[in-house]
């Protein structure tokens, strides 16, 4: 929703937006996005991943945009704060 609204607001023709949503526990160690200090620990962690996959033709440059509006959505900012979510568009 987040997207569309931002796709909206620029008057982006984005197309169809799709997110896919997987989760996992992981072991802290195995942890990409996660810091030093969060991989030393022995625990799991929730990890999510996030695919955005956006039909039509789109630059690098709104890409990266698209990801960094993402990481804005109000879902995304609650479950990070507990979590480590990965992004990839699509």
């Known amino acids: 929703m987040t997207l569309r609204l931002y796709a909206g607001h620029k008057q982006l023709k984005l197309g ?3 997110v896919d949503v997987s989760h996992a526990k ?5 942890c990409e996005e996660c810091t030093e200090l ?3 620990g022995s625990g799991r962690i ?4 996030r ?3 956006i039909d039509g033709e ?3 440059e709104l ?3 698209i990801g960094e509006i993402a990481g804005k959505c109000p879902v995304h900012r609650t479950l990070e704060a507990v979590t480590k979510i990965k ?3 699509k």
């Open 16 to 18: 169809r937006i799709a």
């Open 26 to 30: 992981i072991h802290a160690r195995d």
């Open 38 to 40: 969060e991989r030393s």
């Open 46 to 49: 929730d990890r999510f991943e």
């Open 51 to 53: 695919v955005i996959s």
């Open 58 to 60: 789109v630059s690098e």
């Open 63 to 65: 890409r990266e945009k």
């Open 87 to 89: 992004t990839v568009v």
